[in-house]
Nanobody, 122 residues
Framework: VYVVESGGGLVPAGDSLRLSCAAS????????MGWFRQVPGQEREFVGT???????YYSDSVKGRFTISRDNAKNIMYLQMNNLKPEDTAVYYC?????????????????WGQGTPVTVSP
């Protein structure tokens, strides 16, 4: 199983970024996936999650600005981040879980990417 994120970078406040996450493995059939983020020295924070069928849940801090989608044929998940704020600065992690049920609890996810940094300047 592998989970790999890409697309992070440095942008000014108000700009947009799109992160991608590619996941592959025999245990990941019709699985739910999620995005989390972590600021150094702080706990990892839930961003959003998406089921195989496309149902999405977001944290209140990103609702209305971030959009999660997925391409099931390629098993790639996306995180479109608009109107970025300095407080969105963090390392963003993609996670995949066995099973279709979405979750905001990081302990429910079995597979994690290495993280991609996002920095938003004031």
């Amino acid at each position: 199983v592998y989970v790999v994120e890409s697309g992070g970078g440095l942008v000014p406040a108000g700009d947009s970024l799109r992160l991608s996450c590619a996941a592959s493995g025999s245990t990941l059939a019709k699985n739910a996936m999620g995005w989390f983020r972590q600021v150094p020295g702080q706990e990892r924070e839930f961003v959003g999650t998406i089921t195989w069928s496309g149902t999405v849940y977001y944290s209140d801090s990103v609702k209305g600005r971030f959009t999660i989608s997925r391409d099931n044929a390629k098993n790639i998940m996306y995180l479109q981040m608009n109107n970025l704020k300095p407080e969105d600065t963090a390392v963003y992690y993609c996670a995949a879980k066995i099973g279709m049920v979405a979750s905001a609890d990081e302990s429910d996810y079995e597979y994690w990417g290495q993280g991609t940094p996002v920095t938003v300047s004031p």
